[in-house]
């Protein structure tokens, strides 16, 4: 990546943040804040497409900029803010509307599993979800987007609408001076061994923080008792270890413990093999609780005593989102004026 790169990524305040996120998502996000320039956002306007309890929504909202900064995140470097809080994110959502076409978002995988049998019932935000989600990459021009496997066809979606508005508006956008289109195409980042962590319970099934079993699921605000008892409890089948990752096959509940501790513990999938190889799960499951409780018990502690002071988390966020603004700003202008809208 060269200088001219800007990286965003959002998270949604929907309730516990758990390993799924942390591996998928923030690790991510924390390694490039030294070298880019970063945008961490807590997609609240996202929350709402399904119901969420005012009071719950503002708790969630803090807990998840807490556990960006217990996982390592500077708000002085990168800039965490809440996007309810810069309203050119809705602002250039909705000129997305009219740049999507209704079947693009028919395609979309999330929206079919979210909605689930009644698609009547599903509120108008959910199904415009990935349109807001392209608005808030592409109100700062980013170019990069760190995300889970599960965020790939919406990061298509975002590269679709930045194409589309490029070519439909491109002459103002040649008249005002921009050679190679006004939009960049926002590259998806979903790199590593963790990129789809799974359920402890069931192989198939994401690690979620909507699943109804806690067991499920290992929370970043967990103390250590609690994720080594999840981890012992993790399914798993009879055989030994294999050797090589061929060994995996068939085998869904194996290959996501063994990508986790992979992620958890910065090597490849094969390393970990070459050394648990033909060992019992007992001594896997011994190695993979104390990597765990070394990178997420801190971060619980530090979620908690961030929680403690709640007007310092607000400071935070308020801060973020002047910076934030003042990009966003400057750019909704100029989409304006292509567009054709008078100021
Ligand atoms: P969400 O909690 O849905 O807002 O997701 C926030 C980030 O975590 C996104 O980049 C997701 O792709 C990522 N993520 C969520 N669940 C998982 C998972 N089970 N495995 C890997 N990444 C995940
Ligand atoms: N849709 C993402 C998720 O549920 C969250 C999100 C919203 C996001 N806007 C984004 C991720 C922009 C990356 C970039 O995980």
């Known amino acids: ?37 970063c945008l961490y956002c807590v997609v609240d ?19 998840v900029t807490a556990a960006f900064i217990a996982s390592g995140l500077d708000p002085k470097l990168s800039i965490l803010f809440n996007q309810s809080q810069v309203a050119e994110h809705a602002e250039l959502a909705w000129i997305f509307n009219c740049v999507a076409r209704l079947g693009w978002l028919n395609r979309m995988t999330q929206f079919k599993e979210k909605a689930g049998k009644d698609k009547e019932a599903a509120s108008v935000g959910l199904y415009a979800y990935p349109t807001l989600m392209a608005a808030d990459i592409l109100v700062y021009r980013a170019t990069h987007v760190p995300v889970g496997e599960d965020q790939k066809q919406h990061l298509e979606l975002a590269r679709d609408i930045a194409q589309k508005f490029n070519n439909d508006f491109a002459r103002q956008i040649e008249a005002a001076g921009h050679a190679d289109g006004f939009f960049p195409l926002p590259e998806p980042l979903i790199q590593g061994p963790a990129t789809r962590v799974m359920s402890l319970r069931d192989g198939s099934k994401k690690m979620s923080k909507s699943d109804p079993s806690d067991l499920s699921r290992i929370n970043l605000a967990d103390d250590a008792d609690t994720i080594a008892k999840k981890i012992q409890k993790a399914k798993t089948d009879p055989e030994p270890l294999p050797s090589e990752e061929a060994g995996l096959e068939g085998r869904p509940e194996l290959e996501n413990l063994i990508g986790i501790f992979a992620a958890l513990t910065n090597k490849s999938r094969a390393d970990v093999l070459r050394d648990y190889g033909g060992k ?41 989102s002047d910076r934030a603004r003042a990009i966003a700003v400057p750019i909704m202008r100029q989409v304006k004026e292509i567009a054709g809208f008078i100021r």
């Open 45 to 63: 306007l996202h929350a709402i497409t399904v119901w969420q309890e005012p009071a719950e929504l503002a708790r969630n909202t803090r807990e």
């Open 280 to 320: 019992q799960f007992s001594d896997f499951k011994r190695a993979l609780v104390d990597a765990s409780v070394a990178k997420i018990g801190p971060i619980g502690d530090g979620i908690r005593r961030l929680m403690s002071d709640t007007a310092e988390i607000d400071r935070i966020l308020k801060d973020g």
């Open 1 to 37: 990546m060269t200088n001219k790169t800007r990286v965003f990524s959002g998270v949604q305040p929907t309730g516990n943040l758990h390993l799924g996120n942390y591996l998928g998502a923030i690790t991510k996000f924390v390694a490039m804040q030294r070298e880019h320039d």
